[in-house]
């Protein structure tokens, strides 16, 4: 057995070989941030050709930061679904199934209001002003209140989200949610 086919053993995964899809946007989805038929069948494509780890295009965290009109959203409960089907389908062929979670910043679309680290000028004469201190903490909350419907450890982190100045408190309320999907990453 050449070793890219050797089981690979991660902190929190263990993956079957090391052959690894990185996070490629696909622009599959539908235009309401949900993923369509073809982005279903190319997830269970790869796994049943062998790959290991599936980690997904960008799916967005935040309604004010989506990247592209045909991005996986993962900004409220009504997503979630979407997320298990597609490890459903990627476990059946004994392949992981990550998702990559992001925030597009000043390059959202359908935002008039962009806001970035800085006030600084954009290309296409758009303007960013400076994200206030409320705004990061929404921001970064989204990240850890999503990003814990994938990862089961990630909820046992709330006391340090608090303790770091995360305003982490989504977590808690999404937790009796996350079970499933939780346990499927």
Request: proline share 5%; with cysteine; net charge positive.
């Amino acid at each position: 057995m050449s070793p890219i086919e050797q089981p690979l053993e991660l902190p929190h995964l263990t993956l079957k070989n090391r052959i690894i899809r990185s996070a490629t946007h696909s622009f599959l989805p539908s235009e309401d941030g949900r993923m369509t038929d073809e982005e279903y069948a190319m997830y269970e494509t790869l796994a049943k050709n062998g790959v290991g780890l599936i980690i997904t295009g960008h799916c967005c965290v935040d309604p004010l930061g989506r990247a592209n009109k045909q991005q996986v959203n993962i900004f409220d409960d009504s997503y979630i679904d979407q997320f298990r089907k597609a490890a459903d389908l990627v476990h059946a062929e004994g392949a992981r199934f990550v998702p990559q979670i992001s925030h597009a910043g000043p390059r959202a679309v359908g935002v008039d209001d962009l806001a970035d680290v800085t006030a600084r000028d954009l290309k296409k004469n758009r303007h960013a002003r400076e994200l206030t201190v409320d705004e990061i903490h929404r921001i970064v909350s989204n990240f850890v209140r999503n990003g814990a419907f994938f990862i089961p450890w990630m909820r046992r982190c709330r006391p340090r989200c608090v303790r770091w100045g995360w305003r982490a408190s989504a977590v808690s309320s999404t937790a009796s949610t996350t079970g499933a999907a939780s346990s499927r990453s």
